[in-house]
């Protein structure tokens, strides 16, 4: 007998198979095994869990005190809700506690409840995969599946490079496009369009914006520049960091707006977010009529960047010689400096991918699609994307977790 003649034979059996041995893949096996279920993580990079080992700068923000569905952005913003309630933020910390990982929040006097490990992200992998191996779930590291096939009798047939599986629940949880170099793939989208669910187009987020020439000039010639800014559009406004760089602009707040721009979408930055800056300098004009425009900007702003607002503006004098026109045009310009980008850095450096499987197609108390019962999709791949600050872990925590009760 062969395995063309007898395929089912030679296949090993499992209750589950997980497809990604990320943040979401590595919550949901510990829950599934934890549940008596024979379960099989598939990874086809070398080691699992790269994008924690990577991530918060090698410290892991692994979730937000203040985590809310409005944290989220998704076609469907009630989606996330149910997985959210059903394991919060404060479920993550009583697993860390238990094990002693010593955590902080990160500026706990601007209340963001930004959370990181103490010591390394790897304190949160080493967690992960020990409730793996407690639980006796198998992990396959560098191994492919080249085909999926539903079987006629129920569950799941995959085709890997390490033979023939079988398996009743099969879990998505191939995470994003972000970053190709440590393993991001579109197997998910690929997976869901197979068994007919929709995808949401798929685009980089939390990602550096990149612009035309003039403005490409500019950010080249502040590189380096940083300072605390509000970057608005009608949909959403984020007041954080922003920094210049070689290649156009970067920083939180950046980051965070980049996920709510469309192509080419232009938006707003006010350089100067706390002062009214037409007031500013009308005042000063009174006060203090011999000072250098630019020194007296350079009062609020970093000293580069008034110098080269003053420049373009032509009012590198005096601020007594200046018509008010002028100084309320500048004025109005640091409190809504109107930008238009031409793109984004791509998913080389984009910290999350916007879109995917759409929620409509999922039940959102399960993970499991509403067509196909027994295949599920968890963590990134799915149409569900955080703002900055954890939100991103702790949806591949909490989708991980309900599917992992369900599978
Ligand atoms: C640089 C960086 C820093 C980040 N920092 C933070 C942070 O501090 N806080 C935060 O909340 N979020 C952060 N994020 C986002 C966060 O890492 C992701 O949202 C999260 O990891 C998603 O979890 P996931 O399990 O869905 O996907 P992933 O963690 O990406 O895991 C998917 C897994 O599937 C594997 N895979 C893909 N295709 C296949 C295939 N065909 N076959 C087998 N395996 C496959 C991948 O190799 C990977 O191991 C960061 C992202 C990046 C890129």
Known sequence: MNAQTHPAREAAQYDVIIIGAGAAGLMC?????????????IEHAKKPAEKIRISGGGRCN?????????????????????????????DFIKRLNARGIAWHEKHPEKNTGQLFCDHSATDIIDML???????????????????????????????????????????????????PKIGASPFGYKIARQFGLNIVDPKPALVPLTFDQDMLALCKSLSGVSLEARASNAKASFMDGLLFTHRGLSGPAILQISSYLEDGEPFTINLAPTYDMIETLKTAKQERPKKQLQN????????????????????????????????????????????????????????????GVDTNDLSSKTMEAKNHPGLYFIGEVVDVTGHLGGFNFQWAWASGYVAGQYV
């Open 29 to 41: 096996a510990g829950e599934a095994a934890k549940q008596g279920r024979k379960t099989c993580i």
């Open 62 to 90: 692994f979730t937000n005190l203040y985590t809310k569905p409005e944290n989220f952005i998704s076609e469907n913003p009630h989606f996330c809700k149910s997985a959210l309630a059903r394991f919060t933020p404060q």
């Open 129 to 179: 995969m020990d409730e793996v191996r407690a639980h006796k779930a198998e992990l396959k590291l560098q191994t492919s599946v080249s085909n999926i096939e539903a079987r006629p009798q129920g569950g799941f047939s995959l085709q890997t490079t390490q033979g023939a599986l079988h398996t009743e629940s099969l879990v998505i949880a191939s995470g994003g496009l972000s970053i």
């Open 296 to 355: 007296i900007i350079s009062e609020t702003l970093p000293a580069r960047l008034a110098e080269s607002l003053c420049k373009d503006a032509g009012a590198e004098r005096k601020i007594a010689e200046l018509p008010d026109k002028a100084l309320a045009a500048l004025g109005a310009r640091i409190n809504a400096w109107p930008v238009c980008p031409i793109g984004t850095e791509g998913y080389r450096t984009a910290e999350v991918t916007r879109g």
